[in-house]
């Protein structure tokens, strides 16, 4: 099958979780993306948990490993003249250029969108700096739980009576940001393939991360009203939460939205309710009791069971899986949503592949994620033209690390 983006080039100097999502996303579709490392200054996901078999590693961290899926890694140090040159020649024969610094990081390093543009006018200068290449807080320096904090994401996540909890993972990193930048990605390559001409994109991920909150947002500009937490309990509908089952840390979510869901749930769970509870309005004022009925009479289930149980009877219900569940997934199985992929290092490991399928072209991982500096001296020779010798004498000078 074919891959939709072969053929497109991509140099990519980001790093950590945005930008190294977003690259993975293009090179899955078969983009050659070129991640440009340094021994000097590693990726920090590269010194990430969770190691291979515990045992610590440049090249055994499974966070690594699932963001950079199908890429190629190049070790050069662009502080050194003949490593920035080598940056730019690189550049001069792609179609994209990738990073997700702070602005003004890049033309430091003397690979700024203007510098860029020079060498090839056709180029897609893609940036994800947290605020955006202007504005007065352009150079402050960002990451997944500082952008869900000014966003006001962190301030709805949590419980009611308690401080803030965030999502856990730095949900920016994972969804709104990675997947706006792809799309804009895209979108400036379209326009590059009809016109010959290049654009700069400059995504402020705190702007990406807006889109997650907008309900609320609207909430307080059209009613004056700011949302708070609410743990797992959606407003307005009873019950309406997270629910204990049989076993050790198994649990339920259960969301009844209307009285023949409530009913349907009554019969499943034997739950003697009292007439006040017929309606959504009696069973919200007597959430607490409510959800403490449900709680006391799902531990007598498995929670897949009564999952399917309840799903059946019509009641939204989904059973809370940890990971040895999401891998063993039929559903998941029979999309082939894991791949298998043989590490250089950590031998065969399983890696996402994408949440969509084409009809006619590949979506999932080609290549496991690279060892760092694995493929230098295949791009040396294979992409600059660089013979043995010289690449033997830069790799001496430590021009390739």
């Not at 074919?2 to 078969?30: H, N, Q």
């Not at 001069?92 to 860029?116: C, E, H, Q, R, S």
């Not at 940036?127 to 994401?153: C, F, H, N, R, V």
Request: net charge neutral.
């Amino acid at each position: 099958m074919r891959s939709l983006l072969a053929g497109v080039r991509v140099v990519d100097f980001s790093w950590i979780g945005a930008g190294s999502y977003t690259t993975k996303i293009l090179a899955d579709l078969g983009a050659d993306v070129i991640k440009i490392e340094s021994s000097q200054r590693l990726d920090t996901l590269r010194v990430t948990k969770p190691f291979k078999d515990g045992k610590p590693g440049v090249n055994r961290s499974g966070y690594f490993a699932d963001r950079n899926a199908s890429k190629r890694s190049m070790t050069v140090n662009v502080k050194d003249p003949r490593g920035l040159d080598l940056a730019k020649r690189l550049i001069a024969g792609a179609d994209l250029v990738t990073n997700n610094f702070t602005p003004g990081v890049m033309d430091k390093l003397g690979l700024g969108y203007g510098i860029v543009r020079d060498l090839s006018p056709r180029i897609v200068f893609a940036s994800m700096s947290m605020q955006g290449a202007g504005g007065p807080d352009k150079d402050d320096l960002g990451y997944g739980l500082t952008i869900a904090a000014l966003t006001g994401l962190q301030h709805m996540t949590g419980l009611p009576d308690r401080q803030p909890a965030g999502t856990g993972t730095n949900y920016p990193d994972h969804i709104p940001n990675p997947g706006h930048a792809a799309f804009a990605i895209l979108a400036a390559l379209r326009h590059q393939r009809r016109t010959g001409e290049g654009q700069f994109i400059d995504l402020a991920q705190m702007e990406s991360t807006l889109a997650m909150v907008a309900p609320s947002l609207m909430n307080y500009m059209v009613n004056g009203a700011i949302d708070g937490r609410h743990g797992n309990a959606r407003p307005g509908h009873a019950p309406s939460g997270v629910y204990p089952c049989a076993g050790d840390d198994r649990w339920i979510a259960i969301e009844v939205c209307n009285d023949a869901q409530w009913n349907a749930l009554t019969r499943v769970l034997a739950l003697a309710a009292p007439p006040a509870w017929a309606t959504a309005a009696g069973r919200l004022a007597q959430r607490g009791e409510v959800d403490a009925e449900v709680a006391r009479l799902t531990p007598a289930h498995d929670m897949m069971a009564l999952m399917h149980a309840l799903q059946d009877a019509g009641v939204p219900a989904g059973a809370v899986q940890d990971a040895r569940d999401v891998m063993r997934d039929a559903q998941l199985a029979e999309r082939g949503h894991w791949v298998t992929l043989d590490h250089p290092e950590m031998g065969a490991s399983t890696y996402n592949s994408a949440p969509y399928r084409f009809s006619n072209a590949r979506s999932a991982p080609t290549l496991p994620a690279p060892l760092l500096g694995q493929h230098t001296v295949e791009i040396c020779r294979e992409v600059l033209g660089l013979d043995t010798a010289e690449i033997e004498r830069l790799g001496a000078d430590g021009v390739l690390s």
